[in-house]
């Protein structure tokens, strides 16, 4: 930290001023100057005079100068992140708050722009304490994670990151893991849950794994088995309430048509997807449809009223994954009824 | 009998900077105390008894029993090692038998085994939890030979602490350490640090000062069970890089982990073991709560300052500096006057001997 200093003690720590030899080439006018340190704020200044004329002329919002101001903040993140070079404190995990928090904007421009997600009963979300979200699983790539993350953080009147759970197989892969590892997520092993929520972390987990994630389109929204109910035993032990939670809509990001299991076996994976766009038009065919989308958060069933011993009574267990799944797949049926279309 | 404190300790592997400090600490809390290690001391401690002794060999049963040591300190246990895969097994494995051979003789007055381990019995992989405990050693995985090792060297321990109940048997698994030259050391102070791509695992530590620490109060406590010993905290493998001015270079490929070690090899001259090859893929992070729970201690250094340490280069310096050879010899003369000084009798026989 810099302390303000008396100038009679600057005087006296002050050391001889070195000899500085006066910078060679042709000085910039005081003007050029002032304009060069100017600069980055020039196309904000033209931008908002547009928007302005632009309203005048046609009676609306043609530049929503929020997203200018979002672009620029995360630009500004950016930059922020590179000065502060390694003097940044990770959790056990691998995750870095800062740096996550760095990519929210590049998220909300899916969440609200591209799949328009409508999310309710996030208040069922407990602002703190230990939480385990129980979600349906869905296309191809696990792009409802990413979107259950965004709704908390944007639309919870207490912003908090949600820790997912990964298969081991994502994160044995470059970059992936690595990404994954850095904004929150861990390994699906159930140790790892329970020391998430022993930390007071919000868990998302997704009980159907990739058996979820890779059926194929005739087989949209039909819940698949939920594992063994090892997620209600975790959450019995831990205390920690299961909230679940409803995605509509990450069905149809890839309309998977079939899949080529040989290939998937070749390279190790669980299924690849062939679907109308992959693989034939390349890396383009990774871009998912906008479908619309609505996230709903069911209120939470309070295991944590179980002793801990409970967590062993398989009858139990699997009738409150039952139950669980029961929830999720009304939640499911509800809101496709309000849905006016796929991509409405 | 857990009362009993330690009375006669032997230290085995006592000429690597760990030995030498664990004899140095260990010095002032117990009235008798021999080394013996291959190689001569790297400091000289005068209430050291030191002799040269190899644990690979038979003879090591014989030293403990005649020794009449009651606690015993096995530190030659080879984990980040140039040698080779053989010698490092013998060592590792050959000698834990060896040195448990003394120890169920039946005249044999062993009370207390303190065993050096390492994190490498994990070793590291994509679908592994975050936090190992103790009892998550995975026998299945047989990719680094050094993870064998350990494991086969802990099957034996565990054996004989199930036959000998009144022995307290600690196992120490101790985390990566960055001092005395280690592989890891040399690999993370590299100006340019070829990584897997796509990897940034997160690396768990231990300072120095905390494994001789850790090894001295399990000699002291007689704690029995098998600890987990790293700092706190972690760091990204990207972030040590960035702390000790180098600069990461994500050039080795993802898959294929041997390739990894032989361009490793070939650009840098650093040889990475294949655990610590997974393991600057993966990452491996051990949980210390037994360790915390039953010594009622923790490392005092975090991950991070461990590795602001080496960076700062004060953890390099060798904790004694190596005294040259004749001040060893000086010290060998020393300790047997004083020997002798002790029986007096002997002492014109032995005067006699060395003319």
Redesign the interface.
């Known amino acids: 930290m810099i302390q303000a200093k008396s100038p009679k003690q600057r005087r006296k720590d002050s050391t001889r001023a070195e000899i500085v030899k006066p910078k060679s080439g042709p000085r910039l006018a005081k003007s050029v100057k002032r304009l060069q340190q100017q600069a980055p704020l020039l196309p904000f200044q033209g931008l908002s005079e547009l928007s302005v004329r632009l309203r005048q002329l046609t009676g609306r919002d043609v530049i929503d100068l929020n997203r200018v101001m979002e672009f620029a903040q995360f630009m500004y993140k950016q930059r922020e992140l590179a000065v502060r070079?390694?003097n940044?404190?990770?959790d056990?995990?691998?995750f870095d708050p800062q740096w996550t928090e760095s990519f929210i904007s590049v998220f909300m421009v899916l969440y609200r722009d591209y799949w328009r997600v409508e999310t309710t009963g996030v208040e069922n979300v407990p602002a703190t304490g230990r939480a385990l979200l129980v979600s349906n699983h869905a296309g191809v790539l696990p792009w409802d994670g990413t979107m259950i993350k965004t709704a908390v953080f944007a639309e919870h009147s207490h912003p908090r990151h949600v820790r997912a759970l990964v298969a081991?197989?994502y994160?044995?892969?470059?970059?992936?893991?690595?990404f994954l590892?850095?904004t929150g997520q861990?390994?699906g092993?159930p140790?790892?849950t329970r020391?998430l929520l022993e930390r007071d972390e919000l868990v998302l987990v997704f009980p159907e794994g990739v058996r979820g994630s890779g059926k194929s389109f005739k087989d949209r929204y039909q819940l698949r088995r939920f594992g063994r109910g090892g997620f209600v035993a975790t959450a019995i032990r831990s205390g920690a309430p299961i909230i679940p939670v409803s995605v509509v809509g990450s069905e149809e990001i890839y309309p998977m048509v079939a899949d080529l299991a040989p290939v998937a076996k070749f390279f190790g994976l669980p299924y690849f997807p062939i679907t109308p766009f992959w693989p034939w038009l390349g890396p383009l065919g990774m871009i998912p449809l906008p479908s619309k989308w609505h996230i709903r958060f069911h209120s939470p069933i309070h295991v944590e009223e179980h002793p801990p011993e409970a967590a062993d009574d398989n009858n139990l267990v699997m009738a409150l994954s039952d139950q669980v799944r029961d929830t999720i797949q009304q939640g499911i049926y509800d809101n496709l009824k309000l849905r006016r279309g796929v991509f409405l | 009998m857990s009362l009993q404190r330690p009375n006669r300790v032997l230290i085995t592997g006592v000429s690597n900077p760990l030995g030498a400090e664990v004899a140095r600490r260990l010095v002032p809390q117990v009235p008798y105390l021999f080394g013996c290690d291959v190689k001569d001391p790297i400091s000289a401690l005068e209430e050291m008894d030191f002799v040269h002794a190899d644990t690979r060999h038979a003879a090591i049963g014989k030293l403990v029993r005649q020794l009449n040591v009651d606690t015993i300190v096995h530190l030659a246990v080879m984990v980040d090692s140039p040698r080779d895969e053989r010698s490092i097994h013998e060592t590792d494995v050959i000698g834990m038998m060896n040195v448990l051979a003394g120890c169920s003789a039946p005249s044999g007055r062993v009370r207390r085994l303190i065993v050096k381990s390492s994190q490498a019995i994990y070793g590291a992989?994509?679908?592994?939890?975050?936090?190992f405990?103790e009892e998550?050693t995975n026998v299945e995985r047989q990719a680094s030979s050094v993870t064998r090792d350990l494991l086969d060297m802990e099957q034996l321990v565990t054996e004989f602490a199930l036959r000998n109940e009144s022995s307290k048997v600690s196992v120490l698994r101790l985390g990566f350490r960055v001092s005395e030259d280690t592989t890891l050391a040399r690999y993370l102070s590299l100006p340019i640090v070829p990584t897997?791509?796509?990897?940034?695992?997160?690396l768990q530590l231990l300072h120095e000062d905390d494994a001789a620490e850790a090894i001295v109060r399990a000699v002291m406590g007689g704690h029995a069970g098998i600890f987990n010993v790293a700092a706190g905290?972690?760091v990204?493998l990207?972030?040590?890089i960035?702390?000790m001015g180098g600069s990461p270079a994500p050039i080795l490929p993802?898959y294929g982990r041997w390739i990894g070690r032989l361009a490793l090899r070939a650009l840098t001259r650093v040889e990475v073991q294949a655990h610590l090859a997974d393991v600057i893929a993966?990452?491996s992070?051990m949980d210390c709560s037994r360790l915390e729970a039953e010594f009622g201690w923790k490392p005092a250094h975090s991950s991070?300052a461990v590795m602001d340490g080496l960076a700062r280069g004060k953890v390099l310096e060798v904790i004694e500096a190596p005294s040259p050879p004749q001040e060893y010899e000086l010290q060998v003369y020393l300790q047997r006057r004083r020997r002798d000084g002790r029986n007096g009798q002997r002492t014109a026989s032995m005067l006699e001997a060395h003319k």
């Open positions: 070079g390694p940044y404190e990770v056990d995990f691998g081991s197989l994160m044995g892969m470059p970059m992936l893991s690595w590892r850095r861990t390994v092993h140790d790892d020391r | 992989g994509p679908g592994d939890p975050s936090f405990s998550m897997f791509a796509g990897f940034d695992p997160r905290g972690v990204l990207s972030q040590a960035a702390i993802p993966f990452g992070v991070r």
